[in-house]
């Protein structure tokens, strides 16, 4: 076989394998976004109920929880097929209204936004999703002003404003858990050798 056939050969190897991603990560992310949207309808009805009932209790569930520690208790979180919700997050510049898990692996991150660390009560939550564009894939063009909504799951709002949107070296963990900030968001660029950080200040809390 001759060079240029090698190059061709392998030309076409490289393209199909990158297809096969893009087609992959395009699946992903159309079943991540039908299940986000199904969770948020589902925990909107179960927080409407519970305002309605205007008796039931909640412990400071939102206290930090390490990643993949147990969850403390059943009444702490919503619950959908078996997955544990601490709230949900509303980034209206993005026209996203997205559910996040309470603690994260990366199984859970392929369905869901979910809490890396930190507490929305402790002013250093850190929420962590995939680049698909129904999840974080866009929140790099969010802006100084831009507004961002945390509620938990009795219906409480916590409102923050963006204050920088940059990257950083994936190897850079302690910046994106350092607590610089009340509320960070961050998720990987389409090439995976950034990340992607947003950092929000609190403004005031919204019953």
Known sequence: MTIGKKIFITGILFVSAAFSVFLYNHIMDFYAGRFTDTVINEMNDYIDSEKDNNDSTVDNYDDPIQNNDPIKSDYDCFYYENYAFIGYISIPELELKLPVMSDWNYDKLNISPCRYSGSVLTGDLVIAAHNYRSHFGNIHLLEQGDEVVYTDTTGKSYKYEVILTDRLNPVEINKMT??????????????????????CDRKDTVT
């Open 178 to 199: 350092s607590g610089e900030c009340d509320l960070t968001l961050f998720t990987c660029t389409w090439t995976g050798t950034e990340r992607v950080r947003v950092l």
